[in-house]
């Protein structure tokens, strides 16, 4: 599949059709992302994995030994892990203890709501004790758009468990734990200014809850997967590209996260992000999707990246990437 290819815009009844996206290629690894599954204890309406309480897919523990293989043949400084909710998987904290025995920054992308689940009591403390920065969801500090977007009664338990991972140190001034929160819009529209948005969290959450954190991320919500279907389900995709598109900031080409990062899928293939997993899309526009097996020992300096559609998402406005905002 040629960029062209993808890059051929929305269907016809939408009304609108989405300009080619512009080449890019990649700089320096160094961060590699993984996905350990698509399991997870929640359905959120904006899960662009689909992930759920019924979804069965998980990295084997021979695929997980791939990836630290991987780590050490590229020089990995941070390991970014994700899912569905990535610490059901049964290889976990294998992986975790053995990434940061060599010293590699490890991310736990967290619901929260994870910590009260049966077998995870003491995930929190493993996590400090690891040195683990936790990257967790919050979509608002209020709870009825947090229940709107994650389910009833997830505010509340993500509220207890942001007060747990405070109690252990994570999101204090001073700390070595970092403890990053999430911000994703409830529906087809950009994300607010990230440094503002971070000051009215930190305000409210303190002054509610005693709550502390470390940073703010806002991430827009990518038009792929569940996301798309209720964009389409309610005749606003045509709508929503041509606010990414009118949105789009050529400085964010600079900086969008898959000049120095790679996904794998919870099979172990390889792609230029997170997002062009889900879709399907090879990496470095490949024919077919590699395996981690068979790049080991590639170089990915300079590689070409698949651009589609969807990564309007990443450039529009302040920019978007799993490290928040491009621009602010």
């Known amino acids: 599949m040629t960029n062209s290819d993808m890059n051929s815009g929305l269907p016809r009844q939408t009304g609108y059709v989405v300009p080619k996206f512009p080449s890019i290629r990649r700089r320096k690894l160094d961060i590699l992302q993984v996905n350990l599954g698509y399991r ?37 400084r ?25 010293g590699v920054n490890v991310i736990d992308r967290c619901n929260l709501t994870i910590l009260e689940e049966p077998g995870q009591e003491d995930l929190a403390e493993f996590l400090a004790r690891n040195r683990v920065s936790v990257t967790a969801s919050l979509p608002c500090y209020t709870e009825v758009k947090v229940d709107y977007q994650r389910g009833k009664g997830v505010f509340e338990k993500s509220i207890r468990g942001l007060l747990e991972l405070n109690a252990l140190g994570f999101g204090l001034p001073g700390s070595n734990l970092e403890l990053n929160l999430v911000y994703n819009p409830t529906g087809p529209y950009l994300a607010p200014a990230q440094a503002e948005l971070e000051q009215a969290y930190r305000d409210e959450l303190k002054r509610r809850f005693g709550i502390q954190f470390s940073r703010l991320l806002t991430i827009l919500n990518m038009p792929i997967a569940r996301f798309r279907h209720a964009l389409e389900r309610d005749a606003e995709l045509g709508t929503y590209f041509e606010l990414l598109v009118n949105a789009y900031s050529e400085a964010n080409l600079e900086r969008v996260m898959c000049r120095n990062l790679i996904s794998i899928d919870w099979r172990g293939y390889v792609y230029d992000c997170d997002f062009n997993q889900m879709l399907g899309l090879p990496v470095g526009q490949a024919a077919d999707p590699m395996h981690i097996s068979d790049m080991l020992a590639s170089s990915f300096d300079g590689e070409p990246i698949t651009v589609a559609d969807h990564c309007y998402g990443c450039t529009a406005g302040q920019g978007s990437s799993c490290g928040g905002a491009l621009s602010a």
Do not use: K
Not at 95 to 102: D, G, M, N, P
């Open 40 to 76: 997870c204890n929640q359905a959120c309406t904006h899960c662009h994995v689909d992930a759920g309480p019924n979804r069965r897919e998980e990295m084997t523990p021979s695929t997980i030994a791939l990836v630290l293989e991987f780590v050490h043949a590229h020089n990995i």
């Open 78 to 102: 941070t390991l970014d892990l994700t899912g569905g909710a990535p610490e059901l998987n049964r290889g976990f904290r294998y992986l975790v203890l053995a990434a940061r025995s060599v």
